[in-house]
């Protein structure tokens, strides 16, 4: 019943700015909601968490500092902003929504999203 839809992504020099925005179409109420990521070749990446109430935020190692993840709930989407990216940023990016806990494991999500591209020239 929920369904993520992603948006955002694009192509952008190394050091620009994306914002990437997701969208529910059901109801997310109580939960948690995550980023992930899968560049060329690679497993899929934790990159951030934020939990229901917007009282914790969770940001994987490469990406802390450089990235702030967002929700408005009145309008049921979450965010990442993305700052100061480089090309090994190069991945699709996948929203995700589950229980309300912070956790970097793809198996604590229940709905995904399909993603949206993001391209980071040198």
């Known amino acids: 019943q929920v369904q993520l839809v992603e948006s955002g992504g694009g192509l952008v020099q190394a050091g620009g700015s994306l914002r990437l925005s997701c969208a529910a179409s059901?109801?997310?109420?109580?939960?948690?909601m995550a980023w992930f990521r899968q560049g060329p070749g690679k497993e899929r990446d934790f990159v951030a968490a934020?939990?229901?109430?917007?009282?914790?935020?969770l940001y994987g190692d490469s990406e802390k500092g450089r990235f702030t993840i967002s929700r408005d709930n009145t309008r049921n989407t979450v965010y990442l902003q993305m700052t100061a990216l480089k090309p090994q940023d190069t991945a699709v990016y996948l929203c995700?929504?589950?229980?309300?806990?912070?956790?970097?494991?793809?198996?604590?999500?229940?709905?995904w999203g399909q993603g949206t591209q993001v391209t980071v020239s040198s």
């Open positions: 995700a929504a589950g229980r309300n806990v912070l956790a970097r494991d793809a198996g604590n999500y229940d709905y």
């Open positions: 059901g109801s997310t109420f109580g939960s948690a």
């Open positions: 934020i939990n229901w109430l917007a009282t914790a935020t």
